[in-house]
């Protein structure tokens, strides 16, 4: 006889990765290409001196530095291993086995998995045809059963962002009863006309969080750190749900020197900004249609073609993110590599 365990995990899809090929270009994870700037790595190489010892449980120091540079009180914000750690504990806290979770789709993959892992119901909403979020078919998704709604915006890996308008006609049909989480890894790339600003949605509503990461423009990924903020009484429970000790003081200490970055943080997310510009441009030349994305990736929504189109870019040694039978997110690499990219997708349109 095995051991029992839950009868349901068959039903939970595994997260897959970006993968790495060795020799290859990655372009598949929306990592930053030029890592940690100077000052963050220096601050890793002194907080490695302290690692015989446990990390602060509560990531004070983080939570007190986040607290000065948003302009929001510490008790509205709390660090996590990752936004997506803060989105499992988020789907713990208000969740109960049965009830439902509402997100776009496609967008985030850890969504559905993170909800089944929490005993709740995924229910994923159609985007639009230009693979924004339908947030009016979102609210009409609403049920009895509904506790959390996940925005991804920009969305993952669509690229659209929500605007600010939309995100407040959206949240005034919300009930006040389910939770709305602005996923905002991407925050720092958005250029839009009417940007959403999570943290203040988060702290002038009382079902309202968002979370933010510093895996992305921050570039590290490797180290897992992110935060959540929004009102009290969603910030404590979702602080109960942590793993001890899981935001390590390399982390932690990562994470504060980020906050002081300022104009060289700005610079990097202008470059990839530009690059975006550049590539969606040179893909659109080529006959693809691409949606403006907010983030540091581009889509292709080939449908049937993505297996075929990534496959192809791997044999020029770049490599993508396939999501089989609805395209293939590029994420935007520095100069170089991006040339790497259109010289493998110029193959692909010439049948070269």
């Known amino acids: 006889m095995s051991p029992d365990v839950r009868s349901d995990l068959d039903a ?13 270009i990655k372009l598949a994870s929306n990592e930053t290409t030029a890592g940690p700037l100077p000052s963050v790595a220096a601050a890793i190489a002194d907080a490695a001196a302290g690692a015989n010892r446990y990390p602060d449980i509560t990531a004070g120091a983080l939570v007190s530095r986040l607290s000065e540079f948003l302009g929001i009180p510490a008790q509205n914000v709390t660090a996590g291993c990752g936004s997506v750690a803060l989105c499992q504990q988020l789907v713990q806290a208000v969740c109960s086995p049965g009830d439902e979770v509402l997100f776009g789709w496609r967008s985030f993959e850890a969504y559905p998995i993170i909800s089944r892992i929490a005993h709740a119901v995924p229910v994923p909403v159609p985007n639009r045809a230009d693979g924004a979020l339908d947030l009016d078919a979102i609210a009409e998704a609403v049920t009895d059963r509904t506790r959390l709604i996940f925005v991804c915006t920009p969305n993952n890996p669509t690229g659209p962002a929500v605007s600010r308008a939309e995100l407040s006609a959206f949240l005034d049909r919300v009930p006040e009863r389910v939770t709305v989480a602005l996923d905002e890894a991407y925050y720092e790339y958005v250029r839009s006309d009417d940007p959403v600003d999570g943290v203040a949605e988060s702290v002038t509503r009382p079902n309202v969080v968002a979370l933010r990461t510093f895996s992305k423009a921050y570039g590290l990924a490797g180290l897992r750190v992110g935060y959540l903020t929004g009102p009290v009484d969603l910030v404590v429970p979702v602080g109960k749900m942590v793993v001890p000790f899981s935001v390590s003081s390399l982390a932690q200490a990562a994470g504060i020197a980020c906050l002081e970055a300022g104009d060289e943080l700005r ?11 550049r590539v969606r441009d040179a893909l659109i030349e080529l006959g693809h249609s691409v949606p403006e994305s907010q983030a540091n990736f581009v889509w292709l929504p080939l449908g049937d073609a993505a297996a075929a189109f990534d496959s192809h870019c791997r044999d020029h040694l770049v490599v993508t ?9 590029v994420t935007i690499g520095d100069t170089v590599e991006n040339d790497r990219l259109l010289d493998a997708a110029r193959g692909f349109v010439t049948g070269t």
């Open 12 to 24: 939970i899809p595994s997260y897959v990765p970006g993968a790495t090929v060795p020799g290859a």
């Open 267 to 277: 610079d990097r997310t202008d470059a990839v900004v530009a690059e975006r510009t």
């Open 321 to 329: 993110r396939c999501f089989g039978g609805y395209g293939v997110r």
